[in-house]
C-alpha cells in the first residue's frame, strides 16, 4: 500500500436510536491488523477496536505512530474517546490500548474469559501476578450492553480461537476479531492455547445468525491468492455463501477436519512471545529494570 495507514469510513444502523455510526478502519501493513474508531455522529462519543502498538522485533524498540494516528483522526473530528476494545488477547501485535488510556482515559475493556487465557500463559511466562483481569478496566460477560455515546454496543462470546475471544455488535455491524476473515481467506487458526475447531464453528455459527445484511469487520487480512488488495469488511450474507470454510453446507465435522489439518502446517506467529506477554496485561510493558531497560521473556525449551 502506499501508505503506512489505510482509512476508510463505512456506516451501519444502530436500530436502537435510529443512528447511524461511523465506522473509521486503519490498517496496519506491519502486522496485517486493522484497528477501528467507532463513534456516534451526534455525542461525539467513540471506541477504539484493537489498537496496535508499534513494535520492532529486531530492534526491540516500541512507538505509538499508528495510536497517534487514530488519536489524531479523532481529534480532527472532535470525538471523545471512552472507550477501548479488545477482541482477544491477540498473538500477533503488542495492543497500544495503555497509551490511549492515558491520553484520553477511556477505559480498557476485554471477555471476561481473558483470566482464563491468563492462567494458560502464566506458567509459561513463569509470572504470578496475572490471572484475574485486574489489568483491565472491565471485563464484559456474553450479552451485556453498553453505549458509546446514544449507540448499543452488545457484547457476544465467541471463543474457538482463543477462550476469550468476544465480538462487539452495535446494530447492523459487528467487530468480530480473528473469529472471521474474509469469505476468500476463511477462518482463524485454533491450535493456541485453549482454542478447540468445534468451538469456533460454533462462535461463527452463531455470528452467522445475525441478518444477512449486518456488516462484520475483520481485525486482519492477508490478502487471499488471486485478490491484489486488502479487504477487511464484508456482510453475514457473503460469508454464509462464499466463506471458502463455513459457508453454507459446511458440517461442523468437515469444518473440524479441515482446520486441524490446517492448523498443523501453520508457522508460529512472529510476534507471539512478546504480544502475548503483554496483551494478557492489557497491553502493559514488563516495568523498567534497574538499568531503566524493559525486557520481554523468551520461553527457551529444546534436546541437549
Not at 120 to 128: A, G, K, M
Not at 170 to 197: E, N, S, W
Not at 260 to 285: E, F, H, K, M, W
Request: charged share 20%; proline share 5%.
Amino acid at each position: 500500500m502506499a501508505s503506512v495507514f489505510s482509512y476508510a469510513l463505512r456506516t451501519a444502523m444502530d436500530t436502537s436510536t435510529n443512528r447511524t455510526p461511523d465506522i473509521q478502519a486503519f490498517f496496519d501493513p506491519a502486522t496485517n491488523t486493522v484497528s477501528y474508531l467507532a463513534s456516534d455522529p451526534v455525542a461525539r462519543v467513540a471506541a477504539v477496536v484493537d489498537p496496535v502498538l508499534d513494535y520492532n522485533q529486531s530492534s526491540g524498540r516500541a512507538s505509538v505512530r499508528s495510536a497517534n494516528f487514530i488519536l489524531n483522526r479523532a481529534a480532527e473530528q472532535g470525538l471523545r474517546i471512552e472507550w477501548i476494545l479488545e477482541t482477544h488477547a491477540h498473538a500477533d501485535h503488542l495492543s497500544a490500548a495503555p497509551y490511549l488510556r492515558s491520553r484520553t482515559g477511556a477505559a480498557v475493556c476485554i471477555g471476561e474469559h481473558i483470566t482464563e487465557v491468563q492462567a494458560l500463559f502464566r506458567s509459561v511466562f513463569n509470572v504470578d501476578d496475572v490471572g484475574d483481569g485486574r489489568e483491565f478496566d472491565r471485563l464484559f460477560r456474553d450479552g451485556d450492553i453498553f453505549k458509546i455515546g446514544e449507540l448499543q454496543a452488545e457484547v457476544l462470546h465467541t471463543p474457538g480461537h482463543t477462550p476469550a475471544c468476544v465480538s462487539y455488535r452495535i446494530g447492523d455491524h459487528a467487530f468480530v476479531g480473528d473469529t472471521l476473515f474474509m469469505p476468500d481467506y476463511g477462518t482463524a487458526r485454533t491450535d493456541f492455547p485453549g482454542g478447540d475447531a468445534q468451538t469456533l464453528y460454533r462462535s461463527i455459527a452463531r455470528l452467522l445468525t445475525l441478518p444477512g445484511h449486518t456488516q462484520l469487520y475483520m481485525c486482519h487480512d492477508y490478502k487471499a491468492p488471486g485478490r491484489d488488495h486488502y479487504a477487511w469488511q464484508t456482510t453475514v450474507a457473503e460469508e454464509r455463501a462464499n466463506n471458502i470454510h463455513v459457508r453454507d453446507g459446511v458440517t461442523e465435522e468437515a469444518f473440524v477436519a479441515m482446520r486441524r489439518a490446517r492448523d498443523s502446517t501453520l508457522s508460529t506467529p512472529t510476534l507471539l512471545l512478546p504480544s502475548i506477554q503483554v496483551n494478557i496485561r492489557a497491553g502493559q510493558l514488563p516495568a523498567p529494570e534497574s538499568n531503566g531497560m524493559r525486557y520481554l521473556k523468551i520461553p527457551v525449551s529444546g534436546d541437549w
